[in-house]
T-cell receptor, first 116, second 115 residues
Framework: AQSVAQPEDQVNVAEGNPLTVKCTYS??????LFWYVQYPNRGLQFLLK??????LVKGSYGFEAEFNKSQTSFHLKKPSALVSDSALYFC??????????????FGAGTRLAVHP | DGGITQSPKYLFRKEGQNVTLSCEQN?????MYWYRQDPGQGLRLIYY???????QKGDIAEGYSVSREKKESFPLTVTSAQKNPTAFYLC??????????????FGEGSRLTVL
């Protein structure tokens, strides 16, 4: 079965320090991978995606993610965390059997808390 | 400004009542989706649609119904048959065919609470 795992329920980091939010996936074929961010009682905002090409993907708000095919991972990173980065982060993979749709399979989410 | 509008933002319902959540988009996207979000469970797909008058069941369609009478609109009805309807509901859309960039665009969500 296709799936996404976010092994950490919460990540705590001090402002100014680098942050990593982990994601691993299990999917047939070449994956389409996404990161989204959600603030309280809001919808999901798209951060970045990997479809093909360079393994290091840059996205919005200074975030980047590294695709690692051998480890089936797509970790989200930022060199210097801000308090305003505190939110819920979701990793997702496109269902390869979508039949032309963009059906995304989501991880359970990781809450990022950045402390001043 | 293009986007996806969901209404109402907050909704309270008594047990046994049906309720309809609205989703309208002016992005000219072909495909629309409904997801349910519960704490610690991520998002789960309820229904999706690619064209007018056609829609498909997702992973958790039981107790829900949808319609797609217009390209711009994809309302979701939570019926009394849904055993645990209290949740945050998210509508999304995406480009299909040429120009498909893969990602979904989300509305701001509707929080349904059953009293």
């Amino acid at each position: 079965a296709q799936s996404v795992a976010q092994p950490e329920d919460q990540v705590n980091v001090a402002e100014g320090n680098p942050l990593t939010v982990k994601c691993t996936y299990s999917v047939s074929g070449n994956p389409y991978l996404f990161w989204y961010v959600q603030y309280p009682n809001r919808g999901l905002q798209f951060l970045l995606k990997y479809i093909t090409g360079d393994n290091l993907v840059k996205g919005s708000y200074g975030f980047e993610a590294e695709f690692n095919k051998s480890q089936t991972s797509f970790h989200l990173k930022k060199p210097s965390a801000l308090v305003s980065d505190s939110a819920l982060y979701f990793c997702a993979v496109r269902d390869p059997f979508s039949g032309g749709y963009n059906k995304l399979i989501f991880g359970a989410g990781t809450r990022l808390a950045v402390h001043p | 400004d293009g986007g996806i509008t969901q209404s109402p933002k907050y909704l309270f319902r008594k047990e046994g009542q049906n309720v309809t959540l609205s989703c309208e988009q002016n992005l000219n996207h072909d495909a629309m989706y409904w997801y349910r979000q519960d704490p610690g469970q991520g998002l789960r797909l309820i229904y999706y649609s690619q064209i007018v008058n056609d829609f498909q069941k997702g992973d958790i369609a039981e107790g829900y119904s949808v319609s797609r009478e217009k390209k711009e609109s994809f309302p979701l009805t939570v019926t009394s048959a849904q055993k645990n309807p209290t949740a945050f509901y998210l509508c999304a859309s995406s480009i299909e065919g040429q120009g498909n960039t893969g990602e979904l665009f989300f509305g701001e969500g509707s929080r349904l609470t059953v009293l």
